[in-house]
């Protein structure tokens, strides 16, 4: 199995792979390193700089392909060493403000930094997210806390309603239950 990708706005695929698939209206993006694009190779300086990149580069691949990063509904980050999970994190969810569409103080998409043994290319990080279409409907973000055996869980869901459902549940930007 031969796979080829020649791309100008994000890296070029490392294995046998989609870049992004789309259905039922919702984008996702397959794992994004923290690749130079037209060179492929790693951001040098470490965790902060490859974090940035890879979502840099998955942003590009929704443009590309005629999405939008700011439509984001989830993030998921893999990262190599467990000192960098609190660093990945803020990372994240500042490019998470940036991107928001919705107003001011409500929740963001759902942002999930998990620890891996290992990543392509010896990378220290790896993005992946999934986004709403373009004109598919409203997103609908919730936010909510559980205590669960005595460790306090900050939970958010992301829903893109159907434009009808969207006018049935007022607009979203209330919060959840």
Do not use: F
Not at 57 to 77: F, M, T
Not at 118 to 125: E, T
Not at 145 to 153: A, N, R
């Amino acid at each position: 199995l031969h796979v080829s990708s020649i791309s100008e706005w994000a890296p070029r695929m490392i294995g046998p792979y989609c870049q992004m698939t789309s259905a039922g209206g919702v984008a996702h993006v397959a794992g994004n390193l923290g690749l130079i694009p037209h060179s492929m190779v790693l951001a040098e300086g470490g965790v902060a700089p490859q974090t940035r990149l890879a979502l840099a580069n998955s942003a590009a691949v929704l443009r590309g392909l005629g999405h939008d990063s700011r439509n984001c509904i989830g993030l998921v980050v893999y990262v190599t060493r467990e000192e960098d999970l609190s660093l990945v994190h803020r990372i994240c969810r500042a490019w998470l403000r940036r991107q928001a569409v919705a107003p001011a103080g409500a929740p963001l998409p759902p942002l999930l930094v998990l620890q891996v043994g290992g990543l392509p290319m010896g990378a220290a990080v790896e993005a992946q997210l999934e986004a709403a279409a373009s004109q598919t409907g409203t997103l609908l973000l919730a936010e909510w806390v559980e205590v669960h055996q005595s460790v306090l869980l900050r939970c958010s869901a992301a829903v893109v309603a159907a434009a009808d459902q969207a006018a049935a549940h007022g607009s979203g930007d209330e919060g959840g239950e």
